[in-house]
């Protein structure tokens, strides 16, 4: 028989600013990351879609986890995990993701990424810089 792991992996922006709460079993920090999606349909429009997902931390991580705020670029792995809620007596399910990694990413925004590689081009190899982490 196999044995299939629950991993989720995202990457997106903090929605809000991350929320510390202390509860009987710890503290937890929540959280909601959006992820951003966009296309060129069939017809050459541009189309966008923004998908969020909730994000729950509890443990070691809630300390850094608390300290991100609204618009930071993240990564998020963890499990996901079914709940559900009643509104108006309809039962709705719900799915968040219980985080084990989360890292904070910095990235260039695409044209300044296309206009640096186009100068590297232009450059004799013996003249460019090489960036590191």
Do not use: C
């Not at 044995?3 to 079993?25: M, P, Q, R, S, Y």
């Not at 300390?63 to 709705?92: C, D, N, Q, R, W």
């Not at 044209?111 to 640096?116: A, L, S």
């Amino acid at each position: 028989m196999a044995n299939f792991k629950n991993n989720a992996h995202i990457e997106g922006n903090i929605g809000k600013d991350a929320v510390l709460k202390t509860t009987a079993n710890g503290d937890v920090v929540n959280f909601s990351v959006a992820v951003n999606e966009s296309w060129t349909d069939r017809n050459n429009n541009k189309q966008t879609s923004t998908d969020w997902f909730d994000i729950q931390v509890w443990g070691a991580l809630t300390k850094f986890a608390a300290t991100l705020t609204a618009g930071t670029p993240v990564i998020v792995e963890g499990k996901m995990k079914p709940g559900s809620y009643t509104a108006e007596g309809v039962t709705h399910k719900t799915f968040s993701i219980r985080a084990d990694y989360i890292r904070r990413i910095a990235y260039m925004a695409a044209q300044e990424e296309q206009e640096e590689q186009e100068n590297q081009d232009a450059e004799p190899v013996s003249q460019r810089q090489v960036k590191t982490n």
